[in-house]
């Protein structure tokens, strides 16, 4: 996701006038890619905190990330997942004790603490932590210095520097496990779509996206609001909400057509568009010739995460001894996001948004 707020639009160009498969040009520096702040500048500092929010905006992100569970009280929080075991140090809190708990969400077990049997004040008491420690080390130093937000600060953070920066900040909310807040009495399209227009924001050119791994999900919130949808895909599985047998199916070129009917485009797992080394698929051109926009997740700095080719290399530091690269280490992600770039994208999540946008500006210039 650049008029006002860099929102790209695509231009549709019959097949034959480009004279090869995609119906786009492959990059077009007029309608360059948006930036999505994943989770905020995340490969810097603890994810879903302010901090992490206002430092992707100062590194250039388009939009910010927030991944939307509830609190017991029904209030919308930042966290990627309503089981804050390892994204907070509310194991530290011997108050909290007896909250620890076993759940069947989508249909894995989970035991620990959720954010839906805390009100938000008790949320608050709480202190983010780093989720990847050991490839995030330097995240881990912030650890008990950031608390959880609220929508509504993040909402509020992203309108004061649109005034501050001059440039328009938008906002990327995930509906996490709706399927599964609805089972307990928390649904939340209608709670959604109320809270973002009342911030202002309910019509398709808005700086919004609202995206989701379900689909009746967001079925529910197109008759509600006038925001861009995303339906969100991953490499593996399917729908926790069962309206559709997998992903992959999704992704053909009669699954791509089905999404048009409700979203305005998809957010594929990179390994969907093209994996490791091997040659890129055809979801990109097959996603534009339904006319959706396609924005994957997630790139990421670190070798554990980079297609092989990106990876840190051994360092031959004297003669018989070499320095052997660790996942950890930061690879090459500014020639990986040229290269799906290259591949027309219309945006990307990143956790490293100033790579992101560095990237984005060698591509424009190749």
Do not use: C
């Not at 989970?110 to 490839?135: N, S, V, Y």
């Not at 609805?182 to 019509?203: D, F, R, T, V």
């Amino acid at each position: 996701m650049r008029r006002m707020l860099m929102a790209a639009m695509l231009l549709l160009v019959p097949v034959a006038a480009l004279g090869q498969e995609s119906p786009v040009p492959r990059f077009d520096p007029k309608t360059p890619p948006i930036v999505i702040g994943h989770r905020g500048a995340s490969g810097y500092r603890p994810e879903h905190t302010l901090a992490s929010y206002e430092l992707a905006i100062a590194q250039g992100a388009d939009f910010i990330e927030p991944d939307l569970v509830l609190t017991k009280d029904n209030v919308f929080v930042a966290r990627h997942e309503n089981d804050i075991t390892g994204t907070t140090d509310v194991a530290a809190h011997p108050e909290f004790a007896v909250r620890k708990a076993v759940k069947t969400i989508d249909g894995e077990r989970h035991e620990g603490w959720f954010t839906e049997d805390f009100t938000l004040a008790e949320l608050k008491t709480l202190r983010a932590k780093e989720r990847l420690p050991q490839l995030r080390p330097d995240n881990a130093k912030y650890d008990g210095k950031f608390e959880v937000p609220t929508l509504a600060e993040v909402i509020a953070l992203a309108k004061r520097a649109t005034e501050e920066m001059g440039r328009t900040i938008g906002i990327y909310p995930e509906t996490k496990h709706p399927s599964y807040f609805a089972s307990i009495g928390l649904p939340m399209e209608k709670k959604l779509a109320a809270q973002l227009k009342a911030a202002g924001w309910s019509k398709p050119g808005d700086p919004v996206f609202i995206q989701s791994f379900e689909v009746n999900n967001l079925k529910a919130l197109r008759k509600l609001t006038g925001l861009r949808l995303i339906q969100l895909m991953a490499p593996e599985g399917g729908p926790a909400d069962n309206a559709a047998p997998s992903y992959a199916e999704m992704a053909t070129p009669a699954g791509l057509k089905q999404i048009a009917a409700y979203a305005y485009g998809i957010g594929p797992g990179l390994d969907m568009i093209k994996k490791g080394d091997a040659p890129p698929s055809t979801l990109v051109q097959d996603a534009h010739a339904a006319g959706l926009r396609v924005h994957p997740w997630t790139f990421r700095a670190e070798n554990y995460f980079l297609i092989p080719s990106f990876h840190t290399k051994v360092q031959q530091v004297t003669p018989g001894f070499v320095v052997m690269p660790k996942p950890s280490d930061h690879g090459r992600l500014q020639d990986e996001i040229v290269l799906y770039l290259q591949l027309g994208l219309d945006g990307f999540f990143t956790d490293f948004p100033d790579i992101g946008v560095a990237a984005r500006k060698a591509a424009a210039a190749q």
